[in-house]
């Protein structure tokens, strides 16, 4: 019981939250808030990360197979992003719920799922993602595999802490044993994606890493017990995808119909073309007074006190689209087991027209076709008009933004393709490319001799094979220089450093010539005594050659020291000596000071022999033409 008020208080609050829409919104209080947002591109030949990061956007992650990123991001970032022309638009991250439930499971009978096991189908074989709250552990549930796609999430763990994901995992695979309940195809192989909290709500980036992983994990159907009533161009830009890959997408019609069932109220996804919408009906097959009703609704399924496995290895009766979703899930297994080379389009179109008509006759807004009836081996299947299943298109070969060829540096390689929908896959090694090949996400940089190769695929069908080699020679990094071009006032020992050979081999000359491996060899330093041109070359192992380091070392010579024909000394005021200077440099001027101030250029110019009469700190530098200065000498007469 006390797990049952628990539930109750759960459906109340989750009710309320369908009420008013399905969503939730954060406030935003100011330019400064950051909010959580997916960011389309126009193509996938771009820099997600930077471009985002351009805006003062956080990146926070990307997928594999739909051309989007989520990222953290104030109001004015999203301005300024909106206005890239890389991107296709920018949304809110929006908040979605599982479809609410409330507290036998008839539904097997009532779509006739015993008379398919009879017939040996089971779903054997069928790869099944629930996209939910996680599923298990239960005793009558085998969980193949799984992964926990929540962004921010501790754990990678895609265990169940809300129980929604594990009921609808029982309604599809249910085991059956020692009593339990039995689901409609129990041989499906079914995959746990936890995108779902334990409060049963998720992000719509979070929904999107869920329908990527089905996609790249090679899901043959998806099951989505949830829903929005806001419409996400993200969100369908995924299904879309994943549909054009040749998944079945089915999800949730909506819980938010009304007794007289009347209105428009079906939630996306199962909104989109591309999902197959459930409704649900009672045991007498009547709509639930709370199913969703509208143009998109195309099929029902029990979905009125469905019992199911439950945490705690326990079971619950529960009731909401959320229920009638996998059912058709499961009848779609038994379907791909039954006919495993037919199209999702062609399994689709068996679905629709193997129903049992409620409602007014044909395709109605309560019970779309009708009521789901399980398979049995040997029936005829569907053929379908070439106008309603359009033929599997073969995705045009890509293109590359540049031929084969010999190149001198290293290259940027932009793929491309003129099929809406489909996806590039490549290789560098020359072997020829699969679906399971990496996928082409951004421009490829070309720095060595590579055969590349590519193809485009989409709903399984492969383009022809685009096939380029280009080829680079081996690149040696210039060698640089431990002291850079300029004038220096002596001698220099320079070193030289390189990042290719280990340990360097290089050649040099300093008459400014170009080096060969016939000069000058590089021992560890080169000494400078004299004006010059250094040029340097590095050579590999395999004699292949860098470019060519040029620096230009001008080394200044300063002027010899003038010398003073009158040495210090001591002398009479009764006298006067004359003192004169010479210098061993020739093209010298002289300048000069007595007052003890040490001369520049600017001091008093020497012209001839000096006269000294009274006490004075003599002082002198010689100057070269080229501005050079020597050495100070100076004298001290002193007079008494």
């Known amino acids: 019981m006390k797990f049952k008020k628990f539930f109750n208080i759960f459906f109340a609050s989750l009710a309320v939250t369908l009420a008013c829409g399905g969503t939730v919104f954060a406030s935003t209080t100011s330019q400064s808030t950051t909010k959580q947002y997916i960011i389309k591109f126009k193509t996938s030949n771009v820099n997600r990360n930077q471009i985002i990061s351009k805006h003062s956007g956080h990146f926070k992650k990307q997928y594999k197979h739909i051309n989007a990123a989520v990222a953290d991001m104030t109001a004015q970032s999203v301005a300024s992003l909106k206005k890239d022309s890389n991107v296709a638009y920018v949304e809110p991250d929006n908040i979605v719920k599982a479809s609410a439930t409330t507290l036998t499971n008839w539904g097997v009978a009532d779509i006739k799922a015993p008379n398919s096991w009879q017939s040996g189908l089971t779903g054997k074989g069928v790869n099944i993602a629930i996209i939910d709250t996680g599923a298990g552990p239960h005793s009558d549930l085998l969980i193949a595999g799984g992964t926990n796609v929540i962004n921010g999430s501790s754990t990678t763990s895609y265990a169940d802490d809300n129980g929604h994901g594990t009921h609808v995992a029982g309604i599809i695979a249910a085991k059956g044993l020692n009593g339990g309940v039995e689901g409609v195809a129990p041989e499906a192989s079914i995959y746990a994606v936890k995108a779902l909290n334990s409060s049963g709500s998720g992000y719509t980036s979070d929904i999107i890493s869920g329908i990527d992983w089905a996609i790249n994990n090679k899901m043959n159907i998806v099951s989505m017990s949830l829903g929005s009533n806001q419409s996400d161009a993200s969100l369908q830009s995924a299904v879309d995808t994943a549909y054009n890959y040749g998944l079945l997408i089915v999800a949730a019609a909506g819980n938010d119909g009304n007794t007289s069932g009347t209105g428009t109220n079906t939630e996306f996804p199962a909104n989109y073309s591309s999902v197959i919408a459930v409704g649900a009906v009672d045991s007498n097959n009547n709509r639930a007074y709370f199913s969703s009703t509208g143009s998109k609704v195309e099929v029902a399924a029990p979905g009125v006190n469905v019992e199911s496995t439950y945490l705690n290895n326990s079971y619950e009766s529960m009731s909401g689209t959320s229920m009638a979703t996998p059912f058709v899930a499961g009848d779609l297994a038994l379907l791909k087991q039954e006919y495993p080379n037919d199209t999702n389009i062609q399994l689709r179109q068996l679905l629709d027209t193997s129903v049992k008509d409620l409602g007014i006759t044909g395709r109605d807004s309560l019970y ?130 390189d990042q290719y050979t280990k340990p360097l081999k290089a050649f040099y000359t300093l008459d400014g010539t170009t080096p060969t491996t016939k000069r000058l060899p590089y021992n560890g330093y080169i000494n400078i005594a004299s004006t010059c041109t250094l040029k340097v070359i590095a050579v590999d192992a395999k004699g292949n050659i860098s470019g060519v380091l040029s620096v230009q070392y001008t080394i200044v010579k300063k002027p010899n020291a003038p010398v003073i024909s009158k040495g210090n000394g001591i002398y009479s005021k009764l006298q006067s000596l004359i003192a004169t200077v010479s210098d061993t440099t020739s093209g010298v001027s002289f300048y000069y000071t007595t007052n003890g101030i040490i001369p520049t250029a600017k001091s008093t110019l020497y012209t001839g022999p000096i006269t000294i009469k009274t006490s004075t700190f003599f002082q002198v530098i010689a100057i070269d033409l080229a501005g050079n200065s020597s050495s100070v000498t100076h004298a001290y007469y002193l007079f008494f």
Do not use: E
């Open 368 to 497: 779309g076709f009708g009521l789901i009836q399980s398979p049995t081996t040997g029936i005829t299947p569907v053929v379908v008009p070439p106008a309603v299943i359009p033929p599997v298109a073969i995705p045009a070969t890509p293109t590359s933004s540049l031929v084969s060829g010999v190149y001198t540096s290293s290259q940027t390689v932009v793929l491309n393709d003129t099929t809406t929908g489909a996806v590039i896959h490549y290789t560098l090694n020359g072997v020829t490319p699969t679906s399971s090949s990496p996928i082409y996400s951004a421009p490829i940089t070309i720095n060595a001799s590579i055969t590349l190769k590519a193809i485009a695929v989409m709903n399984n069908t492969s383009s022809g094979v685009l096939s380029l080699s280009y080829s680079l020679p081996v690149v040696i990094p210039t060698p640089s220089a431990s002291i850079s071009s300029g004038s220096y006032n002596g001698p220099l020992t320079i070193r030289l450093y």
